[in-house]
């Protein structure tokens, strides 16, 4: 068996305001879809971070925002977490 080899890169590589740093690992997507999103540890830290900041500002809304990104997170706005 053998799987097609993709690297494992940061999703969140190319913005402009982040730095790589630490290892590469795959978590599930928040939105529980199932999905592996890979970021570095620096990545997975601010994904942390951007999420309790939504939560804390908006804490039970079926709409996002409008300055909510789903590129800056990855993921989808309502998640039921
Ligand atoms: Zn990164």
């Not at 097609?4 to 997507?29: F, I, M, N, W, Y």
């Not at 601010?46 to 804490?59: C, M």
Request: charged content about 25%; glycine content about 8%.
């Amino acid at each position: 068996m053998s799987q097609t080899a993709e690297p494992r890169q940061c999703l969140d590589r190319h913005k402009s305001d982040h730095t790589c740093q630490g290892s590469v690992t795959g978590q599930p997507s928040r939105a529980g879809t199932g999905t592996i999103i890979y970021r570095c540890e620096a990545g997975h830290a601010a994904s942390e971070a951007y999420a309790r900041k939504v939560r804390e500002r908006y804490p039970d809304s079926d709409t996002p925002p409008g300055w909510f990104d789903p590129t800056v997170a990855g993921e989808r706005w309502n998640d039921d977490y």
